[in-house]
Protein backbone atom coordinates (compact mmCIF):
# COMPACT_ATOMS: atom_id res chain seq x y z
CA UNK A 1 0.00 0.00 0.00
CA UNK A 2 1.17 3.74 -0.80
CA UNK A 3 1.56 6.16 2.66
CA UNK A 4 -1.46 7.63 1.24
CA UNK A 5 -3.47 5.06 1.80
CA UNK A 6 -2.71 3.43 4.89
CA UNK A 7 -2.23 6.78 6.54
CA UNK A 8 -6.00 7.64 8.31
CA UNK A 9 -4.48 11.31 7.87
CA UNK A 10 -5.16 13.52 4.19
CA UNK A 11 -3.35 16.61 2.97
CA UNK A 12 -5.51 18.79 1.32
CA UNK A 13 -2.85 20.10 -1.15
CA UNK A 14 -0.31 18.31 -3.51
CA UNK A 15 3.34 19.03 -2.77
CA UNK A 16 4.39 17.96 -6.34
CA UNK A 17 2.57 20.93 -7.37
CA UNK A 18 4.67 24.34 -8.48
CA UNK A 19 3.72 27.24 -6.10
CA UNK A 20 2.45 28.63 -2.84
CA UNK A 21 0.54 25.86 -1.29
CA UNK A 22 -1.26 26.37 2.22
CA UNK A 23 -3.34 23.81 3.24
CA UNK A 24 -3.09 20.97 5.97
CA UNK A 25 -3.05 17.55 7.24
CA UNK A 26 -6.47 16.68 8.01
CA UNK A 27 -6.25 13.68 11.20
CA UNK A 28 -9.74 12.41 12.28
CA UNK A 29 -10.17 13.11 15.61
CA UNK A 30 -13.93 11.71 16.32
CA UNK A 31 -15.24 13.11 19.92
CA UNK A 32 -17.81 13.92 21.96
CA UNK A 33 -18.08 18.02 20.76
CA UNK A 34 -17.57 16.46 17.41
CA UNK A 35 -18.26 12.54 16.23
CA UNK A 36 -16.83 13.00 12.77
CA UNK A 37 -14.10 16.40 13.77
CA UNK A 38 -11.05 16.52 12.32
CA UNK A 39 -8.16 18.51 12.93
CA UNK A 40 -6.31 20.68 10.40
CA UNK A 41 -3.15 21.04 11.64
CA UNK A 42 -1.47 23.85 8.84
CA UNK A 43 1.29 22.83 6.03
CA UNK A 44 2.38 25.09 3.60
CA UNK A 45 4.08 23.93 0.45
CA UNK A 46 6.28 26.47 -1.71
CA UNK A 47 8.02 24.92 -4.49
CA UNK A 48 9.38 26.25 -7.86
CA UNK A 49 10.98 23.59 -10.17
CA UNK A 50 13.81 21.22 -9.11
CA UNK A 51 16.08 21.60 -6.45
CA UNK A 52 16.15 20.53 -2.94
CA UNK A 53 13.72 20.65 -0.26
CA UNK A 54 14.07 22.19 2.99
CA UNK A 55 11.36 20.96 5.82
CA UNK A 56 10.77 23.62 8.77
CA UNK A 57 8.67 22.50 11.87
CA UNK A 58 7.70 24.50 14.59
CA UNK A 59 5.82 23.82 18.00
CA UNK A 60 7.45 19.92 18.11
CA UNK A 61 6.85 21.17 21.68
CA UNK A 62 3.78 23.63 22.25
CA UNK A 63 4.99 26.02 24.71
CA UNK A 64 8.13 27.39 22.57
CA UNK A 65 6.97 29.69 20.15
CA UNK A 66 10.03 31.38 18.13
CA UNK A 67 9.19 28.65 15.81
CA UNK A 68 5.69 29.35 15.14
CA UNK A 69 6.16 33.40 15.08
CA UNK A 70 9.17 32.43 12.28
CA UNK A 71 7.52 30.05 10.33
CA UNK A 72 3.99 31.92 10.37
CA UNK A 73 5.59 35.13 8.91
CA UNK A 74 7.98 32.71 6.67
CA UNK A 75 4.86 30.93 4.69
CA UNK A 76 3.33 34.66 3.99
CA UNK A 77 6.38 36.14 2.78
CA UNK A 78 7.89 33.66 0.43
CA UNK A 79 7.52 34.16 -3.20
CA UNK A 80 7.84 30.90 -5.05
CA UNK A 81 9.16 32.97 -8.06
CA UNK A 82 12.28 33.44 -5.44
CA UNK A 83 12.41 29.46 -4.57
CA UNK A 84 14.22 27.30 -6.57
CA UNK A 85 13.02 23.88 -5.34
CA UNK A 86 10.47 23.42 -2.32
CA UNK A 87 9.86 24.88 1.58
CA UNK A 88 7.69 22.62 3.49
CA UNK A 89 6.47 24.86 6.51
CA UNK A 90 4.83 22.91 9.47
CA UNK A 91 4.36 26.17 11.79
CA UNK A 92 3.12 23.70 14.94
CA UNK A 93 4.07 20.29 14.65
CA UNK A 94 2.03 19.03 17.56
CA UNK A 95 -0.93 21.53 17.26
CA UNK A 96 -2.94 20.41 20.05
CA UNK A 97 0.10 20.88 22.18
CA UNK A 98 0.39 24.39 21.01
CA UNK A 99 -3.02 25.20 21.15
CA UNK A 100 -3.32 24.53 24.64
CA UNK A 101 0.18 25.93 25.31
CA UNK A 102 1.67 22.71 26.62
CA UNK A 103 4.64 20.60 26.22
CA UNK A 104 2.79 17.81 25.24
CA UNK A 105 -0.70 17.38 23.42
CA UNK A 106 -4.16 17.33 25.69
CA UNK A 107 -5.46 14.85 23.90
CA UNK A 108 -3.28 11.73 24.00
CA UNK A 109 -0.80 12.99 26.24
CA UNK A 110 1.87 12.43 23.55
CA UNK A 111 5.41 14.26 23.46
CA UNK A 112 6.05 14.43 19.73
CA UNK A 113 9.95 14.49 19.66
CA UNK A 114 9.70 10.96 21.56
CA UNK A 115 6.98 9.55 19.04
CA UNK A 116 9.12 9.79 15.61
CA UNK A 117 9.41 7.38 13.48
CA UNK A 118 5.32 6.76 14.24
CA UNK A 119 2.50 4.93 13.91
CA UNK A 120 -0.17 5.22 11.68
CA UNK A 121 -2.44 3.22 13.52
CA UNK A 122 -1.50 4.97 17.16
CA UNK A 123 -2.52 7.72 18.78
CA UNK A 124 -2.92 11.47 17.13
CA UNK A 125 0.59 12.31 18.36
CA UNK A 126 1.86 9.13 16.58
CA UNK A 127 -0.35 9.52 13.38
CA UNK A 128 0.84 12.82 12.73
CA UNK A 129 4.84 11.69 13.69
CA UNK A 130 3.86 9.12 11.07
CA UNK A 131 2.85 11.00 8.36
CA UNK A 132 5.36 13.74 8.76
CA UNK A 133 8.05 10.91 8.58
CA UNK A 134 6.64 9.40 5.42
CA UNK A 135 5.14 12.34 3.46
CA UNK A 136 7.44 15.12 4.28
CA UNK A 137 10.46 14.23 5.78
CA UNK A 138 11.16 11.53 3.02
CA UNK A 139 11.33 14.04 0.51
CA UNK A 140 13.41 16.54 2.34
CA UNK A 141 17.05 17.07 1.91
CA UNK A 142 17.30 19.39 5.13
CA UNK A 143 14.96 19.41 8.10
CA UNK A 144 15.12 22.59 10.62
CA UNK A 145 13.06 21.27 13.66
CA UNK A 146 12.98 25.08 15.61
CA UNK A 147 12.71 24.16 19.86
CA UNK A 148 13.04 26.68 22.76
CA UNK A 149 13.13 25.80 26.35
CA UNK A 150 9.32 25.58 26.76
CA UNK A 151 7.88 26.71 30.36
CA UNK A 152 10.25 24.41 32.11
CA UNK A 153 13.68 25.77 30.76
CA UNK A 154 15.86 28.62 29.34
CA UNK A 155 18.92 28.20 27.07
CA UNK A 156 21.03 30.62 25.58
CA UNK A 157 19.87 30.81 21.41
CA UNK A 158 21.90 27.71 19.91
CA UNK A 159 21.64 26.17 16.52
CA UNK A 160 22.12 22.00 18.18
CA UNK A 161 23.26 19.12 15.80
CA UNK A 162 24.37 15.41 17.38
CA UNK A 163 28.09 13.68 16.60
CA UNK A 164 27.28 11.70 13.38
CA UNK A 165 29.58 8.83 12.70
CA UNK A 166 29.56 9.63 9.15
CA UNK A 167 31.89 12.16 8.42
CA UNK A 168 30.33 13.08 4.70
CA UNK A 169 27.29 13.97 6.51
CA UNK A 170 28.90 15.83 9.93
CA UNK A 171 30.55 17.81 7.65
CA UNK A 172 27.10 19.20 6.24
CA UNK A 173 24.99 18.87 9.11
CA UNK A 174 28.22 21.10 10.92
CA UNK A 175 27.78 23.94 7.68
CA UNK A 176 24.23 23.96 7.90
CA UNK A 177 24.59 24.63 12.13
CA UNK A 178 26.95 27.38 11.38
CA UNK A 179 24.64 28.96 8.29
CA UNK A 180 21.58 28.98 11.07
CA UNK A 181 24.03 31.86 12.46
CA UNK A 182 22.64 31.66 16.15
CA UNK A 183 24.93 32.89 18.51
CA UNK A 184 25.97 29.43 19.73
CA UNK A 185 26.06 26.15 18.21
CA UNK A 186 25.75 22.58 20.23
CA UNK A 187 27.54 19.50 19.61
CA UNK A 188 24.73 17.69 21.76
CA UNK A 189 24.69 14.62 23.68
CA UNK A 190 21.03 13.85 23.60
CA UNK A 191 19.72 12.23 27.68
CA UNK A 192 16.87 10.16 25.12
CA UNK A 193 17.34 9.88 21.79
CA UNK A 194 14.72 7.29 20.85
CA UNK A 195 11.66 8.67 19.46
CA UNK A 196 13.34 12.34 18.74
CA UNK A 197 12.58 13.45 14.56
CA UNK A 198 16.11 14.34 15.27
CA UNK A 199 17.15 10.73 14.81
CA UNK A 200 14.80 9.65 12.30
CA UNK A 201 16.18 12.13 10.08
CA UNK A 202 19.78 11.57 10.62
CA UNK A 203 18.95 8.10 10.28
CA UNK A 204 18.32 8.81 6.49
CA UNK A 205 21.11 10.30 5.57
CA UNK A 206 19.72 13.53 5.86
CA UNK A 207 21.24 16.95 7.04
CA UNK A 208 19.53 17.49 10.43
CA UNK A 209 19.47 21.41 12.56
CA UNK A 210 17.66 21.50 15.45
CA UNK A 211 17.45 24.54 18.01
CA UNK A 212 16.86 25.99 21.45
CA UNK A 213 16.80 29.34 21.37
CA UNK A 214 15.11 30.83 24.35
CA UNK A 215 12.29 29.79 26.56
CA UNK A 216 10.45 30.27 29.54
CA UNK A 217 7.09 29.63 28.33
CA UNK A 218 7.87 32.37 25.70
CA UNK A 219 10.01 34.05 23.28
CA UNK A 220 12.24 37.67 22.79
CA UNK A 221 12.63 40.06 20.49
CA UNK A 222 16.30 38.69 20.20
CA UNK A 223 15.12 35.27 19.58
CA UNK A 224 12.16 36.07 16.91
CA UNK A 225 15.03 37.64 15.41
CA UNK A 226 17.62 34.64 15.36
CA UNK A 227 14.50 32.28 14.55
CA UNK A 228 13.73 34.37 11.28
CA UNK A 229 17.01 35.27 10.52
CA UNK A 230 17.56 31.42 11.11
CA UNK A 231 15.32 30.22 8.41
CA UNK A 232 16.07 32.69 5.83
CA UNK A 233 19.75 31.40 6.37
CA UNK A 234 18.99 27.91 5.83
CA UNK A 235 17.62 28.91 2.76
CA UNK A 236 20.25 30.51 1.41
CA UNK A 237 22.73 27.88 2.39
CA UNK A 238 20.91 25.07 0.44
CA UNK A 239 20.30 27.38 -2.47
CA UNK A 240 16.91 27.61 -2.26
CA UNK A 241 16.78 31.56 -2.25
CA UNK A 242 19.83 33.62 -3.76
CA UNK A 243 22.17 34.98 -1.58
CA UNK A 244 25.07 34.47 1.15
CA UNK A 245 23.57 33.99 4.54
CA UNK A 246 23.74 36.78 7.01
CA UNK A 247 25.88 35.63 9.94
CA UNK A 248 26.41 38.44 12.36
CA UNK A 249 29.35 36.20 14.00
CA UNK A 250 30.19 32.80 14.29
CA UNK A 251 28.42 30.60 16.58
CA UNK A 252 30.41 29.62 19.68
CA UNK A 253 30.97 25.50 19.68
CA UNK A 254 30.15 23.60 22.36
CA UNK A 255 29.41 20.46 23.34
CA UNK A 256 27.81 18.65 26.65
CA UNK A 257 30.43 15.08 26.25
CA UNK A 258 29.36 13.65 30.06
CA UNK A 259 26.84 13.02 32.68
CA UNK A 260 27.74 15.87 34.68
CA UNK A 261 26.92 18.32 32.11
CA UNK A 262 23.25 18.08 33.18
CA UNK A 263 23.15 19.23 36.95
CA UNK A 264 20.22 17.10 38.23
CA UNK A 265 17.70 18.09 41.40
CA UNK A 266 17.58 15.23 44.38
CA UNK A 267 15.43 16.93 46.56
CA UNK A 268 12.19 18.81 46.20
CA UNK A 269 11.85 22.51 47.27
CA UNK A 270 12.31 26.14 46.80
CA UNK A 271 14.58 27.05 43.69
CA UNK A 272 17.36 29.58 43.79
CA UNK A 273 19.49 29.85 41.25
CA UNK A 274 22.68 30.99 41.81
CA UNK A 275 24.50 30.90 38.55
CA UNK A 276 22.57 32.71 35.27
CA UNK A 277 22.74 31.81 31.51
CA UNK A 278 25.91 32.48 30.16
CA UNK A 279 27.84 32.47 33.41
CA UNK A 280 31.59 30.06 32.68
CA UNK A 281 31.04 28.00 36.45
CA UNK A 282 34.42 25.79 37.63
CA UNK A 283 33.84 22.07 39.38
CA UNK A 284 32.99 22.42 42.87
CA UNK A 285 31.34 26.17 42.42
CA UNK A 286 27.63 26.07 43.90
CA UNK A 287 24.95 26.75 40.39
CA UNK A 288 21.82 26.88 42.81
CA UNK A 289 20.17 25.54 46.14
CA UNK A 290 17.25 24.00 47.36
CA UNK A 291 15.80 25.65 50.04
CA UNK A 292 12.87 24.15 52.56
CA UNK A 293 10.24 26.65 53.42
CA UNK A 294 8.40 24.39 55.93
CA UNK A 295 10.74 23.06 57.48
CA UNK A 296 12.70 25.84 59.09
CA UNK A 297 15.36 23.17 60.78
CA UNK A 298 16.69 21.87 57.62
CA UNK A 299 20.07 23.23 55.67
CA UNK A 300 19.30 24.38 52.36
CA UNK A 301 20.93 21.58 49.50
CA UNK A 302 23.32 22.98 47.28
CA UNK A 303 23.85 21.88 43.51
CA UNK A 304 27.18 21.35 42.62
CA UNK A 305 28.94 21.99 38.89
CA UNK A 306 31.13 18.60 38.57
CA UNK A 307 32.71 20.00 35.34
CA UNK A 308 34.29 23.42 34.69
CA UNK A 309 32.07 25.02 31.58
CA UNK A 310 29.67 27.29 30.36
CA UNK A 311 25.79 27.44 31.61
CA UNK A 312 23.78 26.93 28.83
CA UNK A 313 20.56 26.25 29.80
CA UNK A 314 18.37 26.94 33.52
CA UNK A 315 15.14 25.53 35.19
CA UNK A 316 12.85 27.96 35.42
CA UNK A 317 10.15 27.40 37.91
CA UNK A 318 10.39 28.93 41.34
CA UNK A 319 9.70 25.27 42.40
CA UNK A 320 11.86 22.36 41.67
CA UNK A 321 11.39 18.76 41.98
CA UNK A 322 13.66 15.16 42.08
CA UNK A 323 15.20 14.47 38.72
CA UNK A 324 15.12 18.05 37.34
CA UNK A 325 17.30 18.98 35.08
CA UNK A 326 18.54 22.19 36.70
CA UNK A 327 21.16 23.40 34.54
CA UNK A 328 23.94 22.42 31.40
CA UNK A 329 27.04 23.35 31.44
CA UNK A 330 28.74 23.05 28.26
CA UNK A 331 32.65 22.95 26.93
CA UNK A 332 34.11 24.06 24.08
CA UNK A 333 33.91 21.61 20.69
CA UNK A 334 36.11 20.13 19.47
CA UNK A 335 37.95 20.10 23.10
CA UNK A 336 41.07 21.99 23.14
CA UNK A 337 43.95 19.94 22.82
CA1 LIG B 1 11.78 21.43 22.98
Not at 57 to 64: I, K, M, P, R
Request: aromatic share 6%; proline share 7%.
Amino acid sequence: MSDEQYSKISLDIDPDVDGCQHGAMIIPWSRDQSSWGSIRLPVSVIKNGDGPTVLFTGANHGDEYEGPVALTKLRSALDYIDVRGCVIIIPALNLPAFRAGKRTSPIDGGNMNRAFPGNPNGTITEMIADFVTTRFISRADYVVDIHAGGRSMNLLPTSIIHDLPDTDQMDRTLAAMHAFGAPYGMVLTELDANGMIDTVVEDMGKVFVSTELGGAASSTVETIKIAERGVMNILKHAGIIDGAPDIPAPSRTLHTPHAESFVTCKTEGLFEICKELGDTVVAGEVIARVHYLEEPERDPTPLIAECDGLIVCRHMPGLVTRGDCVAVIAEPWPAPK
